[in-house]
């Protein structure tokens, strides 16, 4: 099992730009997540799913669009990106209590 | 909104110290999990507390929930350079919410 992937790893944008991160899963967990992460503040929740079809918002969702098709695959997308959602970005999805999270998508916002 | 206030930020210690950490909710929490962040590495699972007092142990590690589900702690006794990292809580209030504190990032001297 490859666990949580993430692509890309690293990505720049100019200010304006759209873009998808990636995320899928091979362990058939329903529940999903995002998070973004800033120095000092922790992992805050952008969007979540709980199963194919199902979305809902977390904490932080502004400026960030998911859907879930599939079980596997749970995009992120960033419609017209700003400096403020220059970040660390987390995937992870859930079996039962415990959190399996993705490498991480390093985004910076120029 | 839903809050979970982590203390310290930044703590050094020397090899063989111990280490603790502290999680504090204003509203009570319907259980509360722990991760572990390598510098550079995504957030990996600990631990998830669910009964009032409860108190689990792994190793060197000692997690506590406290008696109103309003706070808990994970203590280290004797560090080790391989417990470097940043430790997080992370606290349920609904369903398919956790909100995470701050961290707080563990540096052991040799």
């Known amino acids: 099992n490859a666990g949580v992937t993430q692509t890309p790893k690293f990505q720049v944008l100019k200010t304006g730009q759209s873009m998808t991160l990636q995320c899928a899963q091979d362990m058939n967990h329903e529940y999903m997540s995002w998070y973004r992460q800033d120095p000092g503040m922790g992992l805050r929740l952008i969007h979540y799913?709980?199963?194919?079809?199902?979305?809902d918002q977390g904490e932080v969702p502004n400026g960030y669009n998911v859907s879930r098709s599939t079980t596997e695959d749970f995009p992120l997308r960033l419609l017209s990106a700003a400096p403020s959602q220059t970040s660390v970005y987390f995937c992870?999805?859930?079996?039962?209590?415990?959190?399996?999270f993705g490498q991480g998508t390093r985004l910076t916002v120029v | 909104g839903q809050q979970v206030m982590q203390i310290p930020q930044y703590q050094h210690v020397q090899e063989g110290e111990d280490f603790t950490t502290y999680c504090n909710s204003s509203?009570?929490?319907?259980?509360i999990q722990w991760y572990k962040q390598r510098p550079g590495g995504h957030p990996v699972f600990l631990i998830q507390l669910v009964k009032s007092g409860e108190v689990k142990k792994q190793k060197r590690l000692t997690f506590q929930f406290g008696e109103a589900k309003k706070n808990s702690s994970l203590h280290i006794t004797a560090t080790q350079t391989t417990d470097v990292g940043t430790y997080f809580c992370?606290?349920?209030?609904?369903?398919?919410?956790?909100?995470f504190g701050s961290g707080t990032k563990l540096n052991v001297k040799p």
């Open positions: 799913s709980v199963g194919a079809g199902i979305t």
């Open positions: 509203t009570t929490l319907s259980n």
């Open positions: 992870a999805s859930n079996r039962g209590a415990e959190a399996f």
């Open positions: 992370a606290g349920r209030y609904s369903f398919n919410k956790f909100y």
